[in-house]
């Protein structure tokens, strides 16, 4: 009776006697043995049905190719510029196909050789002839396959090889997702030969270490395959010649460790499956922090010569999930992480090393250790670049397109085909930490299928399914994987569950706008040991670059004018854009996954102190802090005072003190804010994050002592209040400051309340597209005071006023102030703002102050230089940042505590706890603002936790500020 897996791997072999052969090892082979077909080839796009049957002959000798042209293979054709490229799935399923013909020439002696014609991948069919004879065809877009062409093929003389690529197969939207459909032989195309006779068909390893994880078993099993003929009638054995099978192990040096020859009886005209194992003492750990590779290599010999050879980078990684804990050898281990597709603007998905090693090494620097492939196995030298540079891999089976299709017993076998196609090719490479089994699906019988295979051909790495949390979930499926839950909800599954976590989407950027939230869900979850990490959505932007230009008024376009980059809202939703340059998500990822960080923001001390002991949190899971330089200085204000570095020791995941001398703080200074700057950096230089301690004295100083000023107020059609030099002018009809002067200097212009602007792409998708389209201006409105109060006691003037805004019929909003005029001078200013709007929030709450035009330079006490939301603001840091009016350098949102303008006649400062946003197109306005509503992600609001700036509660926006005016002394 056959087990389950016996019949998975029945029907493995059934669907693959029909199609290509899999790529069954990874293994890598002697070079001289690989024999590269990539280059110029010949091509015709067939853009109809009619078309495609004009060429259905193209693969017969004597066929005229005259109408093809050269192109370059590995490439999708679309873009090459040959037809537009399609986001998603095909319209009507009808789609072009591509024909490709290349002649070539393999070595003379390898006349008596075993050959395999090895394709990455093809998108999504392709069907192979060679020399007029057909070999079969391979249905699956994502996955590598392999044809044995022996006697096929004529050795040191030319050979064509025919290859129809289609895109709309029965199947093929199990590889069509939310992204950009390309056809084409897009990976490399490739001969390997070997003996014909017996050769070294696989080898798969395993590293099993001892219970203190300090020896190790490297466990080898090789396929070994035998096609001598039998020579004996029947079932008996045939005789034959004896071979020896040697495994070597050395160091990355080339240093021999361990080695071990075994002598193997003939086994004719069958393959036999050999084990050996071989035993490291303290060999080196893998993992992302320290990725060291050993070399084993296989050798198969006859005679005592050698007559194949296969290599393989080995790492001695080890994965458990006992106890809900995610674990590499031995040690919990947190997953910073992002999704990614294998595509680039300039080559679609053909992408090639300088791709590769340029997403990884910008991933390390954002701190990110852990990438998601999305929603399919890449090319496999990306594999192993991250098996050599450091980066743990989650690998997925390519069925997440199917959606209703993974209901119908027919296409099991293309489920298991993907499956078996995905783990066999990468089952050796240690970066590779789980597998996943499609994308936001349900639970169906053929998914339980391919897990059950994926587990048979795996037994070494869990398996998840992304989208699927439920506690009930069965145990095969060994880790749970919910997408974009709010911060609450990861702390309580968490919290209780027995599985490990890994949310493997969690935050959604969306253009360089939203991407909230990201820090809160991170902490929610991996406070807890079983949270095990997350995948940001997505690491670059989706575009596509073809020399033809964009067809025209196509809706949501997001190139920023390049009319000849494909980019729309869709795709828009990486933190690096599609050239790989940073955003401003980019850098918030880099300080939330930061590994090394002050575990406190705050911090109290007493002047005189010597020192103060700051707790440095190493969140490394294998490093420790005496490998980070900390580089610090204490400032007051913008001054400098002392600067230094040095570091500590400290295991990875605890806490350690780090002594900040604070000799320079032995006076402090009244209205002044004391903090230290911290840069971390790591042993190759780069900087893993830098923040601020803010530092608190504890003995507060002597306030500055002023000698009050006279206040006089003159009210007529205007209201005037005097403070010494001192004048503000309100218009009581309007209930608002008009006007701010020092010595007769005319410094601040208007005051006035502002709960709206133009939304950003983020937000409006919060709003609602029609609500946001229908919006009224609500900064165009008409004001008409109700009550106007104006009183004078106990050394200051008070204002207290109610003003009706009104818009339209639909949009209006009432505020109340209560200003107030002071024996220092300044002015304090009260407001609550209650709208009655059609727009179900609103994305900011203050006053906008305008201010004489000559006030050119801005600069403030806050977060900074990046833009801070209140979901958002772990990039900037603590400081007095500042520039030129209408400049980069001060425009956007920025959390603040106080902000100046000054300019040759003077100027003045702001106090609020909140934020202010200053655009280029208007210098001299400033929006001092008490909420700023929270950034959603890409159609989500923020959480509640976090402000909304919701209009239909029945409930004020409120806020406060306190303006100085300022000479220019």
Avoid at 752 to 757: A, D, E, G, N, Y
């Amino acid at each position: 009776m056959k087990t389950p897996l016996h019949l998975f791997l029945s029907l493995v072999m059934i669907f693959g006697a029909t199609m290509a052969r899999a790529q069954t090892s990874a293994s890598t082979v002697i070079p001289d043995t690989t024999f590269s077909l990539n280059g110029t080839w010949q091509f015709a796009l067939a853009a109809t049905g009619a078309e495609a049957d004009a060429l259905a002959d193209f693969h017969k000798p004597g066929f005229n190719g005259e109408n093809f042209t050269p192109s370059p293979v590995p490439s999708n054709w679309s873009v090459l510029g040959y037809e537009e490229p399609v986001y998603r799935g095909f319209k009507d399923d009808k789609a072009g196909e591509g024909f490709y013909l290349h002649d070539f020439t393999p070595p003379k002696n390898w006349n008596d050789k075993r050959v395999l014609l090895h394709f990455g991948g093809v998108w999504s069919s392709a069907e192979v002839w060679l020399n007029g004879v057909r070999l079969g065809r391979h249905d699956s877009g994502y996955t590598s396959f392999s044809f044995d062409i022996t006697g096929k093929f004529k050795a040191g003389e030319s050979n064509r090889l025919a290859v129809r690529v289609r895109q709309i197969t029965r199947e093929y939207k199990f590889d069509v997702y939310d992204d950009w459909t390309l056809g084409g032989i897009y990976r490399d195309v490739s001969l390997e030969a070997m003996p014909q006779k017996r050769w070294i068909d696989s080898v798969v390893v395993q590293t099993v270490f001892d219970d203190l994880f300090r020896d190790a078993d490297l466990r080898v099993r090789a396929m070994v395959g035998d096609r001598h003929k039998n020579t004996l009638p029947g079932n008996y054995p045939s005789p034959g010649e004896s071979y020896d099978l040697r495994v070597t192990l050395s160091t990355n040096e080339g240093i021999e460790i361990a080695r071990q020859q075994l002598t193997v009886p003939a086994h004719t005209a069958t393959d036999r499956e050999l084990r050996l194992t071989l035993r490291a003492q303290s060999p080196r750990h893998w993992n992302a922090e320290t990725p060291y590779l050993y070399n084993l290599r296989v050798d198969l010999l006859e005679k005592g010569e050698i007559t194949h050879t296969r290599t393989e980078r080995v790492g001695f990684r080890q994965i458990s999930t006992d106890g809900g804990v995610f674990r590499i050898n031995g040690q919990a281990v947190k997953l910073r992480g992002v999704n990614r597709h294998d595509e680039h603007p300039d080559v679609g998905r053909a992408t090639t090393r300088k791709h590769w090693l340029q997403d990884i090494t910008l991933m390390k620097v954002a701190n990110i250790n852990f990438i998601r492939l999305a929603h399919y196995t890449p090319t496999r030298g990306f594999i192993e670049l991250c098996d050599e540079l450091g980066m743990y891999v989650g690998n997925e089976v390519s069925i997440g397109g199917a959606g209703d299709l993974m209901y119908d017993p027919s296409f099991s076998a293309a489920a298991l085909q993907r499956a078996h196609e995905t783990v066999v090719r990468d089952i050796n490479s240690p970066s590779i930490v789980y597998w996943s089994v499609g994308n936001e699906d349900p639970l169906t019988s053929i998914h339980m299928a391919s897990v059950k295979l994926v587990k048979a051909l795996d037994p070494t790495r869990p398996v998840l399914l992304p989208w699927r949390w439920e506690e009930w979930l069965p145990p095969e499926i060994d880790m749970l994987a919910p997408h974009y839950w709010h911060p609450r909800e990861y702390d309580r599954l968490a919290g209780r569950a027995n599985r490990p976590i890994i949310t493997t989407e969690y935050t959604h950027a969306y253009g360089t706008d939203g991407f909230g939230g990201l820090e809160a869900r991170w902490r929610e979850l991996t406070k807890h040991p079983a949270g095990a990490g997350g995948a940001i959505w997505l690491w670059a932007d989706q575009g596509i670059k073809t020399p033809v230009q964009k067809p025209k008024g196509k809706s949501g376009d997001r190139s920023d004018g390049d009319e000849y980059m494909r980019l729309d809202s869709a795709g828009w939703d990486g933190i690096v854009d599609a050239y790989r340059n940073s955003t401003r998500d980019y850098l918030e990822t880099k300080a939330v996954y930061a590994q090394v960080y002050p575990a406190m923001d705050k911090i109290t001390f007493t002047p005189g102190e010597a020192s103060a002991r700051i707790p440095i949190q190493n969140d490394y899971d294998f490093t420790d802090l005496d490998t980070v330089k900390i580089a610090w200085s204490i400032r007051e204000d913008e001054n400098e005072l002392a600067c230094g570095s040095g570091s500590i020791s400290g295991q990875p995941h605890s806490v350690s003190a780090f002594k900040l001398p604070l000799e320079k703080l032995k006076t402090i200074h009244a209205g002044k804010t004391y903090y230290a700057w911290f840069i971390f950096t790591g042993a190759d230089g780069a900087e893993i994050t830098r923040k601020a301690v803010e530092l608190v004295p504890l003995a507060k100083p002597s306030p500055r002592i002023s000698t009050p000023l006279k206040l006089t107020v003159s009210q007529g059609e205007s209201v005037t209040v005097t403070a010494g030099g001192a004048r503000y002018v309100f218009d009581p009809k309007i209930g608002r400051l008009v006007s701010a002067a020092l010595h007769d200097k005319t410094l601040i212009t208007d005051l006035r309340p502002v709960i709206w602007r133009k939304l950003d792409d983020s937000e409006v998708s919060v709003v609602g597209r029609r609500a946001a389209r229908e919006a009224s201006d609500l900064n165009r409105y008409t004001a008409s005071a109700t009550t106007w109060d104006v009183t004078e006691e106990n050394g200051r003037v008070a204002i207290h006023a109610k003003v009706d805004y009104s818009i339209d019929e639909k949009n209006r909003f009432a505020t109340t102030y209560d200003y107030e005029i002071g024996a220092d001078g300044g002015l304090e200013v009260r407001y609550e703002i209650l709208p009655e709007v059609t727009v179900p929030c609103v994305p900011i709450v203050g006053m906008v102050v305008q201010s004489a035009p000559e006030l050119g330079a801005i600069r403030w006490l806050g977060l900074g230089p990046d833009n801070a939301y209140p979901n958002k603001r772990s990039a900037p840091i603590l400081g007095v940042w500042g520039g030129a009016a209408g400049s980069a350098d001060v425009a956007g949102t920025k959390a603040m505590r106080w902000l100046e303008r000054t300019g040759a006649m003077g100027g003045f400062r702001i106090s609020n706890v909140g934020y202010f946003e200053h655009d280029t197109s208007a210098p001299d306005t400033v929006r001092i603002l008490s909420g700023v509503a929270a950034r959603p992600e890409k159609g989500r609001k923020a959480d509640d936790d976090f402000p909304q700036l919701a209009t239909g509660a029945g409930k004020p926006l409120v806020g406060s500020l306190k303006i100085e005016l300022k000479g220019n002394d």
